[in-house]
């Protein structure tokens, strides 16, 4: 029974991963329509608190159990990557823009060592810094940052986020009283849609633009096509499947899996999008996923346990 639940998990993971793969590719279109990257993150988070509202009501006694996590998990989960990740995409490459959002797990392993102060196994400290070399090959550091500077650091803050989005979707998940993952989306999504409606200003949107055509490469489609796939299957079901695959397996092994994200993403805008890489770009962003790869799979030391190939970086007590 185990077993298949780790098989669920997984299949789960892989699905979410493709979900969120395509979410840039649809949305790079409808920014360079003419809509702003915040208004479209407010349409993507709102529409998605739309549709998963019932399930709030239905699960409306967290907002009684677990305030502190739906606010979190909306703040910087749902608001903080969808915002950052859309603004960086508008200036860089989708491609280039989601493996700068990968360092997250390299981040995260720096908020367990360095806030929590827990040891990191040396594995997990090689990831991370096999990811930082493969992020100066993505950027093409050599050449004085070829890419946009501003987009290079709102990447970096969505790779943030993404950090504390596997934190938050496995929080409470030892305890007694578990949240149900669907009641934390849903709240989620509710809590990201009021915060981007203060800092996007919807009412300010060119709402002329959802009415007209976008062009996913050589293709017009309708922009509401594209704001449908954003919301329904890159926003709702791509959250839905990711956190309960979360739940089924861990973060560690849920990070591991969502790496295929940015390669899903840099094919698709390879593709549909006509956007190239550069040989160093591509070989660097295979550093950054290997290193994700070996940080999130790095296996964390029991309690109490000695272990050689763990990193301490305390100074030593005279």
Sequence with gaps: MQASGKNAGLGLALVSACAFGGSGVAAKPLIEAGLDPLHVV???VAGAALVLSPLAWRHRDLVRRKPFLLAG??????????AFYFASLSRIPVGVAL??????????LGWIRFVQRKPVTRAAAAGATVAVVGLACVVEIWAGLSLDPLGVLLGLAAACCQAFYFVFADQGTDGDDVPDPLGVIAFGMIVGALVMTV???????DWAVLGSEAALGDTAVPAVVLLGWVVLIATVFAYLTGVVSVRRLSPQVAGVVACLEAVIATVLAWVLLGEHLSSWQ???GALVLGGAFIAQSARPTPPGAADPAVLDLEPAKA
């Design 282 to 284: 591509i070989a660097g």
């Design 73 to 82: 998990f909306g703040l910087v989960a749902v608001a903080g990557v969808q």
């Design 42 to 44: 407010w349409l993507r």
């Design 99 to 108: 493996l700068l959002e990968y360092l997250g797990p390299a981040l995260l």
């Design 199 to 205: 800092i996007a200003r919807p009412w300010r949107m």
